[in-house]
DNA sequence: TCCCAGGCTTGGT
DNA sequence: ACCAAGCATGGG
C-alpha cells in the first residue's frame, strides 16, 4: 500500500495504491456501519462514498484503477481517523481464504471470493454501543434512519468540503435526552434507562470498565450488564467496537446459515484470531443469495 | 392480514 | 438449564 499527498480544487487528498481486499460497496453493505452512504459518481471514479463516524466525516472514492482509492482529506486525518477506522494495518483474506481451502470449506471459499472487499471496522465503542443497540429485531434500513435521526437532533451539523452531515451526538449530549421521534420502538426504553441523568455516573464508571476489559469475555459479560444488550449486540459490540477479532455474532442469518451450510454447527477455532471477519463473509454471501431485495446502510 | 427485520427481557417449566 | 410470548415500528 502506498501513499500519494496531493491537492485538488477543495484541498489536500491522499491517494492510496495497492490497497487490496478493499471494497466500498461491501463495506457499505455489510451491515457494520450505518453511517456511509453513496454519492454519485464522476469520470474515471467507479464508486464515491460519504463516511461519517463520530465528528468526522470524509469522502472516498474508488478510482477506475484497480486497488486505488482517493480519500478526500489531509494525510493527518487520513492516518489519524480512516486508517484506524478501515482497519487498514492488517488483511485477514489470505488467513481466512488458505484456511477455507484446508478445511475444504467451499462455501467459506465462495464467500471470500465473493466478499473479499470487507474489512472489520474499527468504529470505536460509544458509536457500537448506541448503533447495535437500535439493531436488535429491525432491519438496516430503519436503524440507518434512527442514527441518522439521532445525529440530526443531538449532533452537530458540520460541512467537509461542500458535503453537509451531522456529528455523531456524544456522551453526555445523550444522558437525560429525550429518545421520542427517532424510530427507536420498544428500543426507546432501554435507551431512556441506560442515559438517566441520575445515572450519569454510573454509566460513566461502566463503559470505562467495558473499554478497559482485560479480555474479550470479560468486556462481553460487563455489556450484557446492561439492558437492551444481549448476546448477539454485545458480540457486535466486541468486534466492531474493541477490535475483540474472536468474536463471533449470530443473528437470524447466521442461524440460518449455520443451520442450512454447517447442519447446525460451525467452529470458530480454526478461525479463532479473526472468527468476526469469516462471520461477516459469511453473513454477507448469505445474504446475497437468499435476499430478494434489499436497501443498503 | 400476516410475516419479517443483524434480539432481548421476562416469566414459565 | 431451556422455551415461548411479547415487545414498537415499518415494509413487503
Known amino acids: 500500500m502506498r501513499l500519494y499527498k496531493l491537492k485538488d480544487d477543495d484541498g489536500e487528498i491522499v491517494v492510496v495504491a495497492g490497497l487490496q481486499h478493499f471494497s466500498l460497496k461491501q463495506i457499505a453493505d455489510s451491515g457494520q456501519c450505518f453511517r456511509m452512504t453513496a454519492l454519485p459518481v464522476s469520470d474515471g471514479i467507479k464508486e464515491s462514498y460519504s463516511v461519517c463516524w463520530g465528528e468526522h466525516h470524509v469522502r472516498v472514492d474508488a478510482t477506475d484503477t484497480p486497488e486505488q482509492f482517493v480519500f478526500h482529506c489531509t494525510e493527518d486525518e487520513f492516518r489519524q481517523t480512516w486508517y484506524r477506522y478501515f482497519c487498514l494495518d492488517y488483511d485477514w483474506y489470505p488467513l481466512v481464504q488458505s484456511g477455507a481451502v484446508a478445511n475444504t470449506d467451499t462455501f467459506l471459499t465462495n464467500a471470500i471470493q465473493y466478499g473479499g472487499g470487507i474489512r472489520i471496522l474499527n468504529q470505536g465503542l460509544w458509536e457500537t454501543?448506541?448503533?447495535?443497540?437500535?439493531?436488535?429485531?429491525?432491519?438496516?434500513k430503519r436503524i440507518a434512519k434512527s442514527v441518522d435521526l439521532l445525529c440530526q437532533k443531538y449532533g452537530t451539523r458540520k460541512c467537509d468540503r461542500g458535503i453537509e452531515y451531522y456529528t455523531f451526538?456524544?456522551?453526555?449530549?445523550?444522558?437525560?435526552?429525550?429518545?421520542?421521534?427517532?424510530?427507536?420502538?420498544?428500543?426507546?426504553?432501554?435507551?431512556?434507562?441506560?442515559?438517566?441523568?441520575?445515572?450519569?455516573?454510573?454509566?460513566?464508571?461502566?463503559?470505562?470498565?467495558?473499554?478497559?476489559?482485560?479480555?474479550?469475555?470479560?468486556?462481553?459479560?460487563?455489556?450484557?450488564?446492561?439492558?437492551?444488550?444481549?448476546?448477539?449486540?454485545?458480540?457486535?459490540?466486541?468486534l466492531y467496537g474493541l477490535q475483540h477479532f474472536e468474536a463471533y455474532p449470530i443473528d437470524t442469518w447466521m442461524k440460518k446459515l449455520i443451520d442450512d451450510i454447517y447442519s447446525g454447527h460451525?467452529?470458530?477455532?480454526?478461525?479463532?484470531?479473526?472468527?468476526?471477519?469469516?462471520?461477516?463473509?459469511?453473513?454477507?454471501?448469505?445474504?446475497?443469495?437468499?435476499?430478494?431485495?434489499?436497501?443498503?446502510c
Request: hydrophobic share 35%; charged share 15%.
Open 266 to 296: 460451525f467452529d470458530t477455532t480454526p478461525y479463532a484470531s479473526c472468527a468476526g471477519y469469516v462471520q461477516q463473509l459469511q453473513f454477507y454471501y448469505y445474504r446475497s443469495l437468499k435476499k430478494t431485495k434489499q436497501g443498503g
Open 169 to 238: 451526538p456524544s456522551p453526555p449530549a445523550l444522558i437525560g435526552a429525550d429518545f421520542s421521534n427517532l424510530g427507536l420502538g420498544y428500543r426507546e426504553a432501554y435507551f431512556n434507562e441506560l442515559f438517566l441523568p441520575n445515572h450519569a455516573s454510573d454509566f460513566a464508571n461502566w463503559f470505562i470498565k467495558v473499554h478497559t476489559a482485560d479480555s474479550y469475555e470479560t468486556a462481553k459479560k460487563l455489556l450484557m450488564m446492561t439492558k437492551g444488550i444481549g448476546n448477539k449486540v454485545a458480540d457486535c459490540i466486541c
Open 129 to 140: 454501543l448506541i448503533c447495535f443497540m437500535i439493531s436488535q429485531n429491525n432491519n438496516i
